[in-house]
């Protein structure tokens, strides 16, 4: 696979909504079934901004477990959230962000090549808040694949 260097983009403080699930190494091959349950759900996401799904790796902690969430971004985030759905916050902040087109497999090998080879070698280091992948709206989208983007929150690493 060819690997690119990631670009730094600041991003704002940024709210979505959609469901979550805490996961482990041990459940990891059933996170699609949340991908699934979102879009099954009869659920209308008020303040909806349309251009993007966003799949959030947060709150690890240190043992395998996390949590991820399947969401779209909403503004203003509503007084009310439809039953059964939760807020993520994606800090504001610099982030290195991959973008690619690709399959799932794709997005899990450039994924493991940004945390275990660019980050070591590259000038920041990763700060705290979530991971996360963002899936922008594209005409190319279907079989052979589709455009993903993966954030990683970084700072400067220290001389």
Do not use: K
């Not at 091959?29 to 659920?43: G, I, K, T, Y």
């Not at 993007?52 to 985030?77: K, R």
Request: glycine share 8%.
């Amino acid at each position: 696979m060819n690997h690119r260097a990631p670009e730094i983009r600041s991003l704002p403080e940024t709210h979505t909504l959609g469901f979550l699930r805490s996961y482990s190494m041990a459940t990891l091959d059933e996170l699609p079934d949340l991908w699934r349950r979102f879009f099954d759900a009869p659920v209308v996401i008020p303040n909806y901004v349309p251009g993007a799904m966003f799949g959030i790796s947060m709150d690890p902690d240190g043992l395998g477990t996390f949590t991820y969430g399947v969401t779209v971004e909403v503004d203003p985030v509503p007084e009310d959230l439809p039953r059964g759905t939760s807020l993520a916050r994606l800090p504001e902040g610099d982030y290195a962000v991959l973008r690619d087109f690709g399959t799932l497999d794709d997005v899990q090998v450039q994924y493991d090549w940004m945390i275990a080879e660019w980050l070591p070698s590259s000038p920041y280091t990763q700060r705290r808040g979530a991971i996360f992948e963002r899936y922008p709206e594209d005409p190319r989208h279907g079989p052979a694949g589709m455009v993903f983007e993966i954030w990683v929150p970084v700072n400067d690493r220290p001389n």
